[in-house]
């Protein structure tokens, strides 16, 4: 009853903690968010237009929202599309490489600190103006890729609805790395939770580098796998280069309103296709290793 009652508080603890480590996010969304959000979806229905004596606003009804899903396809899904294949591959390149660098630079060597902090400065320094002048200049390339033509092989071999999205990928290759420097960071604090214990017994019972990976590294990263492919996953759909984000910040408020919330729900449904997906990929590594 005491080792209850004890088990009991324990919880009670470490939920208050969690809800005091929450609370300043919940504070800044409903003080911040809740209103800009409560007031895009009301415009969304409305003509809004800004005079001088104040907001007009005249109900639309849905107009907006079937406009831009069954009129005017040039507004979502020519844009919307290529950009969807697009991040399908760039997600899981920026992964991989996370993941990849965050095991390197977890190794002991001299100078780690330093390569740490060269992986995360992008980050603090590379704006959405900075990367978009760097798109246009046509930087973010790897110059191996343009000495041996590798963007007319992809264009000559694969169909061109896939070939525009890699060429696109290969000639920002750079500046997409570049943006995973958060993902390093957290694949980082995920290796460091395996205790070095595990490793020596794995070395022990003779299992090589590739075996450690695939046996204890890489399980015992899937949670953090999760975090970063939301995380992406997000961080790709507000991408400077996206071009539905250009269509949103428009002077039409209304058209924009609606454009916005679908814009949204496609990015919740695009997040429960790669949840499900992982839980499959989870599932089925659970039930190898048992």
């Known amino acids: 009853m005491i080792g209850l009652k004890r088990k009991m508080k324990a919880t009670t603890i470490r939920k208050l903690e969690g809800s005091l480590f929450i609370a300043p996010w919940i504070a800044g969304f409903l003080l911040f968010m809740v209103f800009p959000l409560g007031y895009s979806f009301y415009m969304s229905f409305h003509q809004v237009k800004i005079l001088a004596t104040g907001i007009s606003t005249k109900y639309r009804g849905l107009y907006y929202y079937k406009y831009i899903l069954f009129e005017n396809a040039d507004l979502l899904y020519n844009l919307l599309i290529p950009f969807l294949r697009q991040a399908v591959l760039m997600l899981p390149i920026i992964v991989v490489f996370s993941l990849l660098v965050a095991i390197m630079l977890n190794q002991r060597f001299w100078g780690r600190t330093f390569f740490r902090a060269v992986f995360f400065l992008p980050v603090i320094f590379t704006t959405g103006q ?161």
């Not at 204890?216 to 899937?222: E, G, S």
């Open 130 to 290: 900075v990367v978009n002048e760097f798109i246009v200049q046509g930087e973010g390339n790897l110059d191996f890729l343009s000495r041996y033509n590798l963007a007319t092989l992809v264009v000559t071999y694969l169909p061109s609805t896939w070939a525009t999205p890699i060429v696109r990928i290969l000639d920002s290759f750079v500046l997409i790395l570049w943006y995973s420097g958060v993902q390093i960071l957290i694949f980082l604090a995920g290796r460091q939770t395996i205790p070095p214990s595990v490793y020596e017994a794995a070395r022990i019972d003779g299992a090589n580098p590739w075996e450690t990976f695939w046996k204890i590294t890489l399980p015992a990263m899937l949670p953090f796998i999760l975090l970063n492919l939301i995380y992406t996953t997000v961080d790709l759909f507000t991408f400077p280069g996206n071009p539905i984000l250009s269509q949103v910040n428009t002077s039409e408020y209304g058209m924009s309103s609606a454009l916005a919330w679908i814009y949204f729900v496609i990015i919740f449904v695009f997040l429960g296709i790669v949840y499900f997906l992982f839980s499959r990929v989870f599932r089925s590594m659970q039930a190898a290793r048992t």
